[in-house]
């Protein structure tokens, strides 16, 4: 006869799925496992570790993780040598975390993205218009036109001008949310590869020139001057 026997025991566990995958991934951030230096008593004394919950690292799921994670159930159960249950008790109820809703409009925020995605090369242009070649033919001569330069990164922010509300903040080059759910070895490398830091939000991480702005100060400057005039073209870059 066997020494030992193996009792199946069934584990329910939850996890997030992103049914959009890269849409406001930046906005919605990225949650992973608890670390030693993340633990406080609360987390030790109730065997969270054990358990290994997922927090908040960035976006939303950072911001509010203390009301998205709600708090989990703990039960004390003391079993004799052969795993029969003697006692059982719950220690703590679970209570379910809440429900976050953000003010992006999801319509606007996609195209924002896929007009960054555009632009920086990741997808094909189906909204911009195709860039110039490199070389074009003049009237009289041949004139080589200087080639367009791709950007490495980018952002776009729409704010409700009334409100202040956020209807879109897109951030690229992006990444996938559910690689941190069932993410691919490829997956991972492709994006660790990827020079341009894909995980940086470039609307609220990164220092950015203020450039667009600023042309309105370069602009009033130019025409009090009459250096220009206002029906004067001028590309910017």
């Known amino acids: 006869p066997a020494l030992f026997r193996t009792m199946p025991r069934v584990i329910r566990s939850m996890r997030r799925t992103y049914p959009e995958l890269t849409l406001a991934a930046h906005v919605v951030g990225v949650r992973t496992n608890v670390r030693d230096s993340d633990l406080t008593a609360?987390?030790?004394?109730?065997?969270?570790?054990?358990s290994?919950?997922?927090?908040?690292?960035?976006?939303?799921e950072s911001s509010y993780d203390h009301e998205l994670r709600g708090v989990s159930g703990l039960r004390r159960t003391v079993r004799d040598r052969r795993q029969r249950v003697i006692s059982s008790e719950i220690v703590r109820h679970p209570v379910s975390?809440?429900?976050?809703?953000?003010?992006?409009?999801?319509?606007?925020?996609?195209?924002?993205?896929?007009?960054?995605?555009?632009?920086?090369?990741?997808?094909?242009r189906l909204l911009l218009p195709e860039l110039p070649p490199a070389e074009s033919e003049a009237a009289d001569n041949?004139?080589?036109?200087?080639?367009?330069?791709?950007?490495?990164?980018?952002?776009?922010?729409?704010?409700?001008?009334?409100?202040?509300?956020?209807?879109?903040?897109?951030?690229?080059?992006?990444?996938?949310?559910?690689?941190?759910?069932?993410?691919?070895?490829?997956?991972?490398?492709?994006?660790?590869?990827d020079a341009r830091r894909p995980f940086v939000p470039r609307f609220s991480a990164?220092?950015?020139?203020?450039?667009?702005?600023?042309?309105?100060?370069?602009?009033?400057a130019g025409l009090e001057s009459g250096t220009i005039t206002a029906d004067r073209p001028f590309e910017c870059r």
Do not use: H
């Open 97 to 124: 975390g809440r429900d976050l809703t953000v003010t992006l409009d999801s319509k606007l925020q996609q195209l924002c993205e896929q007009l960054l995605s555009e632009s920086l090369g990741d997808a094909p």
């Open 142 to 193: 041949a004139v080589t036109a200087e080639p367009q330069p791709i950007p490495s990164g980018g952002c776009v922010v729409v704010m409700e001008a009334d409100s202040g509300r956020l209807l879109a903040a897109a951030s690229a080059p992006d990444f996938d949310l559910s690689m941190f759910a069932e993410g691919s070895p490829a997956m991972w490398t492709a994006v660790n590869m």
């Open 206 to 220: 990164m220092a950015l020139p203020p450039g667009s702005t600023f042309i309105i100060v370069t602009a009033v």
């Open 52 to 60: 290994a919950p997922r927090i908040g690292r960035s976006g939303v």
């Open 42 to 50: 609360d987390y030790s004394t109730a065997g969270l570790k054990n």
